[in-house]
């Protein structure tokens, strides 16, 4: 029954992929102009494939919430544009320094350095004027969208995510404690991941509590997830992840694994996950695809 349930979801989600792809297609830049080569380097970037995750998360918690229409469509394609850029910019020399994600070479590998720069600088500046249509598709929404906006910009930030991207390269190359690598995973990985479910919720039309329960609720999510992705680097294979494998043993980083150890962090996974599924519970709304999926994200192999 569990497998049959494993394929069906599989099979929807592929579907979700599909459509969520579609949007993005829509919405990035065509290419065109002396400056193409830059829109040639978004695309390139935007569309190598990958979980969706993000904007997939923001659409179905914007149906639970009861959420209709085609509004939050340019806040799911900025959000992957936003979540693109950070991956562009993670790769290049001065930071990971990886030629491979996704099974195929990197940004900068393709286009040079300085347009994977430019690249990266360019998606996170498009997102938002990609999310600002939201208001001529709906100006009777714009208190809400204007709340999204803010959400989307803080989140992304310096006190989201990029927030902790500064505080892992700084630390990066020596020990660091407990508190300050779940400081740094709840603001690299989980910032995003709490606004997408937020965005959903406040475009669907959700009260103040409730979009601080998803917080919440996003917040176990982005920790089991990076606590996993820890674990992968030390199970996976290269050919099974499309990435190098032990990046974060080449980094000298501190992850989960090397502060617990593989069986505590799988217990993390699981504390974690089990949480955030029992406070899902606790809400009204209702969306069985957006459970297994937390479920399937966070228990992933890839």
Known sequence: MRM??????????????????????????????????????????????????????????????????????????????????????????????????????????????????????????????????????????????GKALRVLSEKSGIYGMIGGQVVDVKETGHPVSGEMLEFIYELKTGALIEASVMVGAILAGADDAQVSEMEQIASRVGLAFQIQDDILDVTSSAEVLGKPIHSDEKNAKTTYVTWKGLEGAKHEVEEHSKEAIDRLHGLSGSNPYLETLLEELIHREK
Not at 52 to 64: A, N, S, V
Not at 79 to 98: F, G, K
């Open 4 to 145: 049959e349930r494993r394929m069906n979801f599989k099979d929807e989600m592929e579907k979700k992929v599909t459509e969520i792809e579609a949007v993005l297609k829509a919405y990035l830049p065509k290419p065109e102009g002396y400056q193409q080569i830059i829109m040639d380097a978004m695309e390139y970037s935007v569309m190598a494939g990958g979980k969706r995750l993000r904007p997939m998360l923001m659409k179905e918690t914007y149906l639970m919430f009861g959420g209709t229409g085609k509004v939050i469509e340019p806040f799911m394609a900025a959000m992957e544009m936003i979540h693109t850029y950070s991956l562009v910019h993670d790769d290049l020399p001065a930071m990971d320094n990886d030629e491979y994600r996704r099974g195929r070479k990197t940004t900068h590998i393709v286009y040079g350095e300085d347009m994977g720069i430019l690249a990266g600088d360019a998606l996170l500046n498009f997102a938002f004027e990609t999310a600002v249509k939201a208001f001529e598709m709906e100006p009777e929404s714009s208190l809400r969208i």
